[in-house]
DNA sequence: CGGCACCACTCATTGGTACAAGTCGCCCCG
DNA sequence: CGGGGCGACTTGTACCAATGAGTGGTGCCG
């Protein structure tokens, strides 16, 4: 066997993909069409099974190339993205809030922005925002989560954890939004924050942020860990989860050039 | 219906993995076994069919969470991670070369780095490369790659272009390593390096890059294009591809806390 | 003329079968 | 005792069939 009929398919269509001969949005034949279409891969005037075609169509929908909705068929997908300036979020000077930075930054790009479901919650740290925060696993945390949309689709999901000495006492407690920001606050209470330090990672979405975040199969998720830090250690530990096709993550290091 | 069969014996086998009872490395039962295992989700005394069990399995490989391997059975996926501090790279200071950076960086961390298939070729520009060196499109550019290892698996690739008016004259256009690196060559040609701009994304790996960085099904990529600027504007794009699952990017930003 | 029922088409799920191909161990034969 | 072959077991590929379920348009009926 040369190649299994199925990549051969897959590659056929994916270079049609790419080669931009279907446009992004574009329908992709139905699978009795591409059954016939590809028939001449086994013999002239012959058909594929129809197997072998949806295995062809799951290999393209696990790469993110394409969408398949029951009911209409099967689409090159479309997605633009939007890039978050990572290394200048949070600056001393600004007494802008959070909401304000994710919104100003976003209808900068001619987006429409929204924030969802804010919730304020106290937890145990589980083990990867103790280590963070340098505190002991199921230490209690104060957690403030929400989602953010651009353009009505769900973009990202953030939850930032606190330790519960530092929450006490602050704003950080209220189930509600900070007017003045979390990180004007927790300045306000003597932890001033002079950095951060961010890790990031890119897996496949556990289910339940694939449905948060309605993504496709195959569309992976980019994962944000920032650990902000007092001239006394760890303040804070915040956790984005973006989609992986619509977020792009820029950094400036060092001086850029004027323009 | 509830939910289709395959997503329930898949979400099972899931937690099985989630909560350790099946930790790496080790086999899952065979798929005939899963047939009668989950048989009782049908009816007692029931099997399922090898399709909705394959089925389930795909999903699971696609999550990367398994591993099949023909002939052999298939295996709870182990992948340790690699960090990269990617904010204090490139030091104007240092005299190092990026192979001693790379080779040190990952030392530290108890592994042993590989470099290879050092190549240079002078190709065309495309878009995303012209767009970030303010090059037109189908200008040539100075291509500088290698692949990367570590602990012997492949671990990412990378490839540095340079505008072709910086790199003539230089030992860039050279077919091999920089001893002194390329940073400090482009400085004694008096391009000295000032500041980069990352930019991160990730994504499905293409079929090449799933081949030469041995990438199991459902496991993405990370991508990170970095412009390389000097006072005059950019002179070098280096672009890296991560392997998803054992790759950690780290930025710090501000001032970190002293230890 | 408006609304609803139905049909035609799409992908989704599940069942079955057969054979190919890779891996490994056992057993027999030299 | 050593090695090769064979067989058992694994996943991979390919086919067929039937039914479920979502979408959209057409046309009939009130």
Not at 26 to 37: I, R
Not at 46 to 73: D, F, H, I, P, Y
Not at 90 to 110: L, M
Request: net charge negative; with cysteine.
């Amino acid at each position: 066997m040369a190649e299994a009929l199925y990549r051969q398919v897959a590659s056929d269509l994916r270079l049609k993909i790419n080669k931009g001969e279907w446009s992004p949005g574009t329908q992709l034949p139905s699978e009795p069409v591409l059954e016939t279409l590809y028939g001449y891969l086994v013999g002239k005037g012959a058909r594929l099974s129809r197997n072998t075609v949806r295995l062809a169509m799951a290999v393209l929908q696990n790469e993110g190339l394409v969408e398949a909705r029951q009911g209409r068929g099967t689409f090159v997908r479309e997605r633009v993205t939007f890039t978050v300036l990572a290394s200048n979020e949070e600056g001393a000077s600004s007494g802008r809030t959070d909401r304000d930075a994710f919104v100003a930054a976003v209808s900068v790009q001619g987006r429409h922005p929204e924030q969802l479901e804010f919730r304020m919650e106290i937890r145990k740290a589980a083990l990867e925002v103790a280590e963070r925060l340098r505190i002991d696993e199921d230490d209690p945390v104060v957690v403030r989560s929400m989602h953010r949309l651009i353009d009505g689709r769900p973009w990202s999901t953030q939850e930032s954890f606190y330790p519960m000495d530092l929450a006490t006492g602050t704003m950080l407690m209220s189930p509600s939004d900070i007017a003045h920001g979390t990180v004007e606050e927790l300045r306000r209470h003597g932890h001033a924050q002079i950095g951060y330090r961010d890790e990031i990672v890119c897996r496949m979405p556990s289910q339940g942020e694939a449905v948060v975040l309605r993504l496709g199969a195959g569309v992976p998720v980019l994962e944000m860990f920032r650990t902000a830090y007092s001239v006394a250690g760890p303040i804070r530990l915040t956790i984005n989860v973006y989609a992986g096709d619509s977020t792009r993550l820029a950094y400036d290091i060092g001086s850029q050039p004027v323009e």
